[in-house]
Nanobody, 126 residues
Framework: QVQLQESGPGLVKPSQTLSLSCTVS??????????WSWIRQLPGKGLQWIGY???????YLSPFLMSRATISRDTSKNQFTLHLSSVTPADTAIYYC??????????????????WGQGTQVIVSS
């Protein structure tokens, strides 16, 4: 059974860098052909796909965040991490990590993914 758990600060000041980690159990993040995504839900809005890191280590970020976001991984910890720089209050959201196959890339619907983390609330405020 695959389980994902997000971790990181719940409160971040504007202009800082937000770092969120997703720790995975039940499967290696290098297992073919899994794509490990970050997705967020802004207050009162739908899901917004941020980007992925693939089993191979390749990454792709959504164009709207590409200039501020990176995704890295630590295979020894079976963990991948989202870094979002220069945050503003508009980045306040619940952040989720999720896993799916190639067909899940860019998708903003829960049922396209095999497993999700429970989500972590991030508030950007001074």
């Amino acid at each position: 059974q695959v389980q994902l758990q997000e971790s990181g600060p719940g409160l971040v000041k504007p202009s800082q860098t937000l770092s969120l980690s997703c720790t995975v159990s039940g499967v290696s993040i290098t297992t073919k052909y899994n794509y490990w995504s970050w997705i967020r839900q802004l207050p009162g809005k739908g899901l917004q796909w941020i980007g992925y890191i693939a089993y191979s280590g390749s990454t792709y970020l959504s164009p709207f965040l590409m200039s501020r976001a990176t995704i890295s991984r630590d295979t020894s910890k079976n963990q991948f991490t989202l870094h979002l720089s220069s945050v503003t209050p508009a980045d306040t959201a619940i952040y989720y990590c999720a896993v799916g196959g190639p067909e899940s890339v860019g998708i903003e619907r829960r049922d396209e993914y095999d497993s999700w983390g429970q989500g972590t609330q991030v508030i950007v405020s001074s």
